[in-house]
């Protein structure tokens, strides 16, 4: 079945710092990838989609590619800063719009 | 702007007892989702619906039932609460049409604490 796997539980940076967190999936459909990202006591929201098409996403300074061969997706950002401390879901999508999510990974960035 | 709302946004219960939480959502979307949020698991979908009447399990809904009364309600029911089923609850909808069809939109979530 479909099926998403996030090994980073924490990742702590300073600000300025460059961020990459890696996902692995398992699909039998053209992948629709997505990265949600939650703030403390809300909901998880949509932060980038990347799919078969165009290959890449970019939102907000975050950049989501991902490697077909692998079966692999990244979420990236050049520099990050304190307000983007918050946890970052890889998401796969499903039939009926139905999300598989990682486990996440809790970010946070030190002044 | 997507707009889902949860009632209540937490709620202590007694084993065995029987929980119902809410969602609402003004989207005008066709599906609707509930979630459960552990720590160390991301979210796990417990039930969708895709039309107003039915509904579909997801990935565990065991101990869970729901219920789609109209297109903007989706309840989620615990008929007889168990201490597992302490966790933070989300609710969500999507489109089924349209440039953002496969985005989902979150409620704020529901804590749950079964005692």
């Known amino acids: 079945g479909d099926s998403v796997t996030q090994m980073q539980g924490q990742v702590t940076l300073s600000e300025d710092d460059f961020l990459f967190i890696n996902c692995t999936y398992s699909?039998?459909?053209?992948?629709?990838l997505f990265w949600y990202v939650q703030y403390p006591g809300e909901g998880p929201q949509l932060l980038l989609k990347?799919?078969?098409?165009?290959n890449k996403g970019i939102s907000r300074g975050f950049e989501a590619t991902y490697d077909k061969g692998t079966t692999s997706f990244h979420l990236q950002k050049a520099s990050v800063q304190e307000s983007d401390s918050a946890v970052y879901y890889c998401?796969?999508?499903?039939?009926?719009?139905?999300?598989?999510f990682g486990s996440g990974t809790k970010l946070t960035v030190e002044p | 702007e997507a707009a889902v709302t949860q009632s209540p946004r937490s709620k202590v219960a007694v084993t065995g007892g029987k929980v119902t939480l809410s969602c609402h959502q003004t989207?005008?979307?066709?599906?609707m989702y509930w979630y459960r949020q552990d720590t160390g698991h991301g979210l796990r979908l417990i039930h969708y619906?895709?039309?107003?009447?039915?509904?579909e399990k997801g990935d565990i809904p065991d101990g869970y039932k729901a219920s789609r009364p109209s297109q903007e309600n989706f309840s989620l029911i615990l008929e007889l609460a168990s201490l597992s089923q302490t966790a933070v609850y989300f609710c969500?909808?999507?489109?089924?049409?349209?440039?953002?069809?496969?985005?989902?939109?979150f409620g704020p979530g529901t804590r749950l604490l079964v005692l």
């Open positions: 969500a909808s999507s489109p089924d049409w349209g440039a953002n069809q496969d985005t989902q939109y």
């Open positions: 699909t039998t459909w053209y992948p629709t």
């Open positions: 990347v799919t078969t098409a165009n």
């Open positions: 998401v796969l999508g499903s039939n009926y719009n139905v999300l598989y």
């Open positions: 989207n005008n979307h066709d599906y």
């Open positions: 619906s895709y039309v107003a009447d039915s509904t």
